[in-house]
Structures are given as structure tokens and as C-alpha cells.
């Protein structure tokens, strides 16, 4: 009799051991879904650029890609029609959470905020960048988490020279 | 648009499952300490028993710091891994139950360092999470680690006495400070290998880290001979030198450094050296220098598939159970089941260190996480390996499970930087230029556990039972104790041998003790002898019952069910007349049923008396008249002219052959032995001087009084069975015709006695070997005889026919006339 309840005692406690291993599958699945969901769910802030030149009237172009290519050609997402721009001009990119302004070598050179890029630079809302004669407004959407997420590494950063 | 409330969602659902994790470890563990409260009782099988109740501070303990170690990790780390620390806390609180079963004393110890561990660990909770201060300060950690090991060297201690002093420690606290040197080493390695990227493999940067660690693992290796440690320095060393150049040739080139330190360790070292051997060959010295692996693999094959149960197996037989040998332990009570259980959750704690090292998000903290993960892991398979005897052994110990504050201490500090480093949101993890030393790690650590769960199944499973039935094995005399054993009784059921008492405290008792040599004994350091260790399956009740009923017991108590009686074909009243007319003579009596072959005497002496083999077993076996030998089947003497009846009755008393002796030799049964549930000596070979003994003898004299037919020998008559009551236990040979039935009467007739109803030879030759002279007699009744056909054969080891004469004869007359 002792024996016998002895025995479920040790069924049941192999089975709680495999419960336990069972639930660190579940959550190892629902780690994968959610980071899936979560993956798919997250989206590229949308960058508009409010493009002001004196020889044409002030334009806004709204863009939801990844990338955003400034310049004459007409392959690129951002055209502007001036002889100081070069074809490919300067490339906005997203990447690391952030929008980075990029100089693709052109002629007469980018501008942001009236300093020349030379290496790639993150962008956030009200800067503005200049192209030859075009001024370029920028407005990124959902701003504040990109703040947000912009305050961490400073962090970081400023407890690395401390 | 990011959508910052999912993340959050994300780890709190999280959080929620990790809580059920908690909440399914401490039901575990409530299991295991409530089974271990009543294992006592299962296993006298009796309510009324001592329970144990100490153990239940230990897991109360343990709720305790667990609880506020995971809110505090909830509040400072919410984002970290959700796998890690539950994985942490189950295998912490098995170990603390487990090391508490087995030494109540070491589980309380336990349990405080627990405590001190979870005080600490919750304090460390708030460093900074770029870690930088390990990082910066790493050779100030490194040489402060160095430094307290380097004080071992002068003034260590082992506190469990004799083996290796890699212990500091005063006023009965002990640490080991070899234990957070490993974890130093890896942030060392990470720090220096973070700052020097050596994707070139060139020699000046490599120099001072390579003579860093082989320096201390030498040292190691000299100074405390602790193999283990000086493995896991290198092995430490090669898994950050191939991270951080992502070349092969590290590889190689470390394990070659490794065969060399292990095969100087091997020459130079006594430590190291008996380790090996005992690896390479444990079967050789099982009670000596392979004493602990073997006792190991006993309680790892005790274990079998399901375990014995919380308190139901005896792993406190493996020496330094808690600590070295505490995977043996819970092998032998979780079984191969829970093993497996244990080897899946470090091997999914592996997965997740990997993972915590991919997506780390500098260079330092990918290397610190995987360095520490496979510190983890490869010194749990270590330590496993060696006590499944995959690997020789080495005296680590099993992170988070062992005994030991120093391991709880660094095992949870690891804990801690890998649930730092993976509490990032997430930052783009730092590019990794060739990730495949992450994967090679992993592959090759999962492989090593496949490799150490397949070895277990072997050891438990496969090879079990023939471990078990090891004599060795003190689960047997343990079992004895705790198991009724079959009786042996004479012919009309008359005891010779019983077990008395109650479950737990039963001891064997020998009612006959004149017949020793012949039935033997059965004890816990002597083990078994004669027919209780021939008979030994049917007295242990592992043959003869049940099946089904041996495999319930064998689930319920791993013991085997209660044993079965054995009828002999002793005749107690004749024996005793042979045992008291044989007082201090040397020899032996055989007397059988000359038609069956039944035994009827068979006596020995001198003999020994079984009851008092605590006290005279190991005198015993050094005695010059040895005692403990079955002279009647296990003595050889020359027979000399005793062979004269049998050579007249074959015809061959002028001048015969060779050939045509050995022939009749050959059928008399001289060159093999008997065939019966007993040990008997190997029988001569034609090519060397005839011997024989008296029980060879007495089965050809059968043949002159049956007609020329020599029985097969029978002693074990019949088993008592639950089932079927007495079932015989059939003769092992077959009947031989050794003697032509028509010349025995001429033959016989030379040796007739006066007015008996039967025949008698005596002789005494001289045996060479020995220096003595020796007599053989013989005596049976006479082919007209109408009753039993009876044989009695004596040897004496004197020159004394009288007395040989006097023996047969009362027999004869005590068993012929009604």
C-alpha cells in the first residue's frame, strides 16, 4: 500500500519534470510566433519631404518604402529638376531603427541643417537638407518612438565616457 | 509606425509563462520533497516508520529566494531571456533536495548558501547592462581570481578529508576558488579577444592570453592535479580563440594541446593517473581503485528506466555522492526519464545561451554570453560523462546541482550576465563576420549531451540488469535485509538455513551449521557461497516466480519478491551421524541414492559455522585447513588402488592398455565434473594424473550397485513455487551405462561383508602432491538388494581405515535395516 502510493507519487513527479519541458516548448513556440507577429507588425516610419525651390512651387512627397534615392535621374524616388543636383544625388536609408542621410557623392554636395554630409547621418523630423537650389524639409511619422529609441544609446554612450 | 505596446504584450505574456514555469518547479519539487517525506514507509513497507520532514526548509528556502529573485529580475531585467533563470531555479532546487537526502547535514548548508547566492544575485540585478566595468577592470579580475587560487596552492584544505586541497576556509566555511576563476577566465578571454580582433592568427597578440592560460592551467595541473579544471581552462580558451578568428586550425592545434597536457598528467601525476585507469578498465579493480565508478554505474543501472523514487534507491553508496557524483544519484532515483529530463533542460538552456550570444549587441557581450554558456555546458558534460564513465573522471562539479557554495555562486553569477546581456530591446545585434564557431559550439555541446543521455540508456537499461546482478552490488545485501529469503530444507523439510525477523531487520540464520561447506552462506561482505550462491536466483525469488510479480516489485520497491524454498536431498538424521563420527578428522562422506543419484550425506570437514562469519569471515579464508572448501565436490585427490573394484569389473585387471583406461576412466566420470546446482572442481584432464573427488567417486561406486549405470548427482531437489507448490527440479544429465551389468557381480563379489546385504572396498594411497597418505573407502548394497540401491564413498585425509570402515557402516546399517 505504502509502495503503491509511493508509485503515483513518482509518476507525478516525472510527469511535472515533462510539464515543465513541455511549457519551455510552449514558450519557446510562442517566443517565435510572437517575435513573428511582432516582426510583421512593425513597420517603416514613412518619411515625407516637403521639397521648396524657388523655381517651382513648394511640393510634398510621401514615401513608404525603405529607401529614398534624392537626384535627377528619373529612376530615382525623390526627382529634382535642377542642374546642381547630380543624377544620384544623396539616399535617405533606414536602417538600425533610425532614417540615415547619405551623400552619393555628388557634385556640389548635400546639406543638412547648412553642414556638408560627408558620412551618413541619422535624420529625424524639421531638418532640413539642401540639394543644389531645393531645400528638403523632412517629417517622419511616428517621431516619438524614434526619439524614444534614439535616447538609449546616448545613453549608453554618455555611460561610456563616464 | 512601431508599435511599442506589442513589445510589452510580448514580455509580459512572457513573464506570465514564466511564471507558470516557477510555479511547475516548485510543484516538482513539492512532489519530491512530500515522496521523500514518505519514502521510509515505502520502503519497510509500513506506516509505522520514522518520516522525514527536514528537508522542507530547503524547498520553503528555496519558494522564498526564488520568489523575490524573479520579481526583482521582472522589475531590473524585464526584457531578459525567459528560459534561462526558471531552468536555473528547477535544477537548483533538485540539487538542493537531492545533496539534503543524501547528507541532511550538506542539504541545510545548502540551502544557506542558496540563500547568500540569491541575496547576491538580486543585488547584482542593477549593474549597468553594457557591462563595461568587467570589461575595463579585466586584468584586475583576473589577477584578483589568480591571486585567491594561488593562496590554495599554500594553504588549501579539503574539508572532506583526504584528495586534492583546492579549498580555502576557516571556522567550517569552505570555498573553492578555482570555481570563479573559470568565470573570471571567460571574461577575461571575452574582454581581451573583444579588444583585439586576431582574425589573422598572428603569433604577438596570441602571446600573452596563450601563456596566460597555459600557464594557469599547468599550475593547476602541478600544483592541485586537478584534470577537470586544467580541461575546461583550455577548452574555455579554444571556444573564445575560435569566435574571435573563425579559424579551424584552433581547433586542431588545442586538441592537441590538450592530449599532451593530458598525457603528461597521466606520467606525472598519481592523481591523474589512477583516474585513467580506473576509466580505461574498471572492471579490473572494482573494489579498489575503480571503487567509485563502478559504484557509479551500479547506481546508474539501479536506477533503470523509471528510478527507484525520491529516498528509494541507496546513492548514498557512490563515494562523494553530492557533489562529483550527484548525476549518479538522480539517475538512480528519477531513472533514465528524469535524466533525460535534466540533459534537455541544459540542453535547451544551451540553445538559449547561443541565442543570447547572436543577438547581443557588442562583441564583448557575444563573446561573455557565449563563454559563459559553454562553461555551463561543457562542465555539466564533463562531470556527467565522467560518472557514466564516457570520459575519466574529473572532480568538477554539475553547475546549479552540486554541492558546493562556490559552484551555486558561479553558477548564478553566470545566470546573471547572460539574463543581462539578453535584456535588450531590440538594437540591432553587432554583425558577426563568421558565425560559424556559434554554430559549431552549439552542434557540438547538443552532440555531447546526445552522446551523454545515449550513454545513461546503456548503463540503465541496457546493461543494467548484468550490473545488478553483480555481487558487488551492495543493493543485494541491502535488499536482503529488506526481503524475505527462501529457506533450505532438508528431505522431510526440516530447516537447514532460514532468514528470520521483519521487513528491514532480517537476518539468515543457519540451523545446520556442520553442513556449511555444502550450503554455503550468503553475507554482505563475504557475499555468497555453495548452494546459496548456486541456488541464488530461486532463494532471491528472481526465478520460480511470477514474472509479472518480479517486474511489479521490481517497479514498486526495486527489490526482488520474497524467495522460494529449496528441498535437498539431504538426510538430516544420516548426515549428523556422518558429521559426528567425522569430528575432528579431515574429509569428506558422500552418500547417495545409487539408482537417482540423490544425495543423501554429504559432509565436509572441516567445516565452519556460517552464524559467526562477522567475526571469522576473513580469517576463514586464509585458514590452513580450509574451511571454507566443499571437500566432498570441490576436493581433487589421487585415488590410487581405490579403482581396483571398477578395474575388475571392466575386465581389465592383467596389464591394461592406456587407451583402455582412460576409456573407463573416461566413463566412469573422471574427466568431467558432475552436473548439479552446486560448485564442483574442473574435472582432470586425460593428459594429467587422475584426481578426483569423493563426489566423482561416489557417482562410480553408484554404477557397481545400479547395474552398471552411473546416475546423474542431484542435491536441489524441488522449489517451492506460489503458483504450482513444489516443482522438481529436474537432474542436469542423463543416466550413463559406464559398466557392463554382467562382470559387476564378479567384481563385487571379491568384497562382500559377512551377513550384510552389502559390499566394501577400502585403500590408502599415498598422495605425492601433498605428502600425506589418504583413504578411500567405499561401500553398496548388493545387486539383489530390493530396496534403494544405496553407495556410500568416505575419504579421509589420513591413513585410517578403521575409522573410514566404521563411518560406512553405521550408515549402511542405519539406512538398511528398518
Not at chain 1, 525603405?66 to 535627377?72: A, C, K, L, N, P
Not at chain 2, 593428459?687 to 550397485?705: K, W, Y
Amino acid at each position: 500500500m505504502t509502495a503503491v502510493i509511493f508509485l503515483i507519487l513518482r509518476i507525478l513527479l516525472s510527469i511535472s519534470l515533462y510539464v515543465f519541458i513541455l511549457v519551455l516548448f510552449y514558450l519557446l513556440w510562442k517566443d517565435n510566433r510572437q517575435q513573428g507577429i511582432w516582426l510583421s507588425k512593425r513597420k517603416i516610419p514613412s518619411i515625407s519631404l516637403t521639397i521648396q525651390t524657388s523655381d517651382a512651387p513648394t511640393r510634398v512627397q510621401h514615401f513608404n518604402s525603405e529607401e529614398v534615392t534624392i537626384g535627377r535621374d528619373s529612376t530615382c524616388e525623390c526627382r529634382l529638376d535642377d542642374e546642381n543636383v547630380s543624377n544620384h544625388h544623396a539616399r535617405l536609408k533606414y536602417h538600425h531603427t533610425q532614417w540615415w542621410l547619405e551623400d552619393l557623392g555628388s557634385t556640389n554636395g548635400t546639406f543638412i541643417n547648412g553642414q556638408p554630409v560627408s558620412t551618413p547621418l541619422v535624420v529625424i523630423s524639421e531638418d532640413e537638407i539642401r540639394c543644389g537650389k531645393n531645400i528638403i524639409t523632412i517629417t517622419i511619422s511616428g517621431d516619438t518612438f524614434n526619439n524614444l529609441m534614439v535616447k538609449d544609446p546616448i545613453k549608453d554612450i554618455g555611460e561610456n565616457n563616464a | 509606425m512601431v508599435n511599442t505596446s506589442n513589445r510589452s504584450t510580448l514580455t509580459s505574456s512572457n513573464n506570465k509563462l514564466q511564471y507558470r514555469l516557477l510555479q511547475v518547479s516548485a510543484i516538482f519539487l513539492f512532489l519530491y520533497a512530500l515522496a521523500l517525506t514518505i519514502a521510509p514507509a515505502a520502503r519497510e513497507r509500513t506506516w509505522q516508520t520514522e518520516y522525514l520532514w527536514g528537508h522542507w526548509i530547503g524547498l520553503l528556502l528555496w519558494v522564498v529566494v526564488i520568489t523575490i529573485a524573479f520579481n526583482q529580475l521582472q522589475k531590473y531585467l524585464p526584457d531578459s531571456d525567459p528560459f534561462i533563470f526558471p531552468i536555473a531555479a528547477l535544477l537548483s532546487g533538485w540539487g538542493i533536495l537531492t545533496v539534503w537526502r543524501l547528507v541532511p547535514a550538506f542539504g541545510l548548508r545548502q540551502t544557506l548558501w542558496l540563500l547568500v547566492v540569491g541575496i547576491l544575485f538580486i543585488f547584482c540585478l542593477r549593474l549597468p547592462g553594457n557591462l563595461n566595468f568587467l570589461r575595463r577592470y579585466k586584468y584586475i579580475w583576473l589577477a584578483s581570481g589568480l591571486l585567491v587560487t594561488m593562496l590554495t596552492f599554500l594553504f588549501g584544505v579539503n574539508p572532506m578529508g583526504g584528495g586534492p586541497r583546492l579549498w580555502l576556509g576557516c571556522c567550517g566555511i569552505y570555498f573553492q576558488p578555482s570555481e570563479p576563476l573559470k568565470l573570471l577566465l571567460v571574461i577575461y578571454l571575452a574582454a581581451y579577444f573583444a579588444d583585439r580582433i586576431p582574425l589573422k592568427l598572428s603569433i604577438l597578440p596570441m602571446f600573452i592570453p596563450t601563456m596566460l592560460v597555459t600557464g594557469v592551467a599547468l599550475s593547476i595541473l602541478i600544483f592541485q592535479q586537478d584534470l577537470g579544471t586544467a580541461s575546461i581552462f583550455i577548452f574555455l580558451y579554444t571556444v573564445h580563440l575560435y569566435m574571435a578568428s573563425g579559424r579551424k586550425r584552433v581547433l586542431i592545434i588545442s586538441l592537441v594541446g590538450l592530449g599532451i597536457s593530458a598525457i603528461l598528467g597521466y606520467f606525472l601525476f598519481d592523481v591523474v593517473r589512477l583516474r585513467v585507469d580506473a576509466w580505461l578498465n574498471p572492471w579490473i579493480d572494482p573494489s579498489g581503485r575503480s571503487y567509485q565508478i563502478v559504484q557509479s554505474l551500479l547506481a546508474i543501472a539501479n536506477g533503470g528506466l523509471f528510478g527507484r523514487g525520491p529516498g528509494g534507491g541507496s546513492p548514498g553508496l557512490v563515494p562523494v555522492a553530492i557533489s562529483d557524483f550527484i548525476y549518479s544519484s538522480i539517475s538512480e532515483e528519477f531513472g533514465l526519464v528524469g535524466s533525460i529530463a535534466l540533459l534537455a533542460l541544459l540542453g535547451i538552456f544551451l540553445a538559449r545561451g547561443i541565442r543570447i550570444a547572436l543577438h547581443a549587441t557588442d562583441r564583448f557581450r557575444r563573446y561573455l554570453a557565449a563563454g559563459l554558456t559553454s562553461f555551463l555546458i561543457a562542465q555539466s558534460i564533463l562531470i556527467i560523462a565522467g560518472n557514466l564513465r564516457a570520459l575519466p573522471l574529473t572532480g568538477v562539479t554539475l553547475p546549479f546541482v552540486s554541492y558546493g557554495g562556490s559552484s551555486l555562486l558561479t553558477s548564478f553569477i553566470a545566470l546573471l550576465l547572460l539574463l543581462i546581456i539578453s535584456n535588450e530591446i531590440d538594437i540591432e545585434p553587432f554583425p558577426i563576420p563568421k558565425p560559424q564557431p556559434y554554430f559549431f559550439l552549439g552542434y557540438f555541446l547538443a552532440i555531447e549531451l546526445m552522446v551523454v543521455s545515449l550513454a545513461t540508456g546503456w548503463w540503465s537499461v541496457w546493461r543494467g540488469p548484468e550490473l545488478l546482478s553483480r555481487t558487488d552490488n551492495a543493493r543485494r545485501s541491502i535488499s536482503d535485509r529488506y526481503v524475505k529469503r527462501g529457506s533450505i530444507l532438508a528431505r522431510q523439510d526440516q530447516p537447514i538455513t532460514i532468514t528470520e525477523g521483519s521487513s528491514g531487520n532480517y537476518i539468515r540464520t543457519y540451523l545446520y551449521p556442520e553442513l556449511s561447506p555444502i550450503t554455503g552462506y550468503t553475507h554482505n561482505i563475504y557475499g555468497q557461497a555453495a548452494l546459496e550462491f548456486s541456488l541464488d536466483d530461486y532463494l532471491r525469488g528472481i526465478q520460480g516466480n511470477n514474472s509479472a510479480l518480479i517486474w511489479w516489485d521490481h517497479l514498486l520497491y526495486g527489490q526482488p519478491p520474497p524467495g522460494l524454498d529449496v528441498r535437498l536431498s539431504i538426510n538430516l538424521e544420516l548426515q549428523r551421524q556422518a558429521d559426528e563420527l567425522m569430528t575432528d578428522h579431515k574429509g569428506a562422506v558422500v552418500m547417495l541414492n545409487a539408482a537417482s543419484g540423490e544425495i543423501l550425506v554429504m559432509s565436509s570437514h572441516p567445516n565452519y559455522d556460517p552464524n559467526l562469519l562477522d567475526e571469522t569471515g576473513s580469517s576463514l579464508a586464509q585458514d590452513a585447513e580450509r574451511p571454507l572448501i566443499n571437500r566432498a565436490a570441490q576436493g581433487l585427490y589421487p585415488p590410487g588402488d581405490a579403482l581396483k573394484p571398477f578395474l575388475i569389473a571392466a575386465g581389465l585387471t592383467e596389464n591394461p592398455t592406456k587407451d583402455t583406461q582412460l576409456n573407463l576412466y573416461q566413463v566412469l566420470g573422471f574427466y568431467t565434473s558432475p552436473d548439479l546446482r552446486l560448485p564442483v572442481a574442473p574435472a582432470a584432464h586425460p593428459t594429467e594424473d587422475l584426481r578426483i573427488s569423493p563426489l566423482q567417486m561416489a557417482l562410480a561406486v553408484a554404477a557397481l550397485s545400479n547395474e552398471g549405470i552411473r546416475p546423474p548427482a542431484r542435491l536441489a531437489m524441488a522449489v517451492k513455487t506460489p503458483q504450482q507448490g513444489w516443482v522438481i527440479l529436474p537432474a542436469l544429465s542423463d543416466p550413463v551405462q559406464a559398466l557392463p551389468a554382467e562382470s559387476i557381480a564378479e567384481s563385487i563379489n571379491q568384497f562382500l561383508v559377512s551377513n550384510q546385504p552389502y559390499w566394501e572396498y577400502a585403500s590408502s594411497p599415498w598422495d605425492d602432491s601433498e605428502n600425506r597418505s589418504l583413504t578411500w573407502y567405499m561401500a553398496g548394497t548388493l545387486i539383489d538388494w530390493q530396496g534403494t540401491p544405496l553407495v556410500v564413498t568416505i575419504l579421509l585425509e589420513e591413513h585410517n581405515t578403521n575409522l573410514a570402515r566404521e563411518i560406512g557402516q553405521s550408515l549402511l546399517s542405519m539406512s538398511l535395516q528398518p
